[in-house]
């Protein structure tokens, strides 16, 4: 899998597609990225809960379809959801639609899941250091 750069001007463009998408396929993404990649430890951390608590609250209400992920997403303070919107735009720009397909088709691909969970760690890390220097916003 080839690691590529994304520019802060490909960031944004990619933010404001995944951002025009409809709403199932917008929903779609981000469950599969954030719910297949194991995000749950890296979501809580952003979000400022315990990892228990997403977790309890992912598999309360998502794996039953409801799109509750999702809604937690959508649903959060502007800056927030653009921070995680982001966080789904570089994991996909990365890692194709149709490997996320077969992570959520098929538990074989835990390497892939390994990488994806790798990437969305960097992400974090790159989300801290940009988002740090405006806390007073």
């Known amino acids: 899998m080839q690691e590529e750069t994304i520019s ?4 944004a463009a990619i933010c404001e597609a995944l951002s025009a998408l409809p709403p ?10 954030l719910e297949e990649a194991y995000a749950v430890k890296d979501v809580a951390e952003l979000m400022s809960v315990s990892p228990s608590a997403v977790s309890r609250y992912i598999h309360g209400t998502l794996v039953p379809g409801t799109g509750a992920l999702c809604r937690l997403v959508m649903n959060a303070q ?3 959801r653009d921070k995680l919107l982001a966080l789904v735009a570089k994991t996909t720009w990365n890692l194709t639609y149709n490997v996320l397909k077969n992570i959520a088709a098929h538990d074989y691909a835990s390497t892939v899941i390994e990488e994806i969970a790798d990437e969305i760690s960097r ?4 989300i801290k250091e ?3 220097p405006r806390k007073q916003a």
């Open 8 to 11: 802060p001007e490909q960031w």
């Open 24 to 33: 199932n396929t917008r929903r779609k993404l981000i469950e599969l990225v």
């Open 78 to 80: 502007p800056e927030l």
């Open 123 to 126: 992400l974090l890390e790159t």
């Open 130 to 132: 940009k988002h740090s």
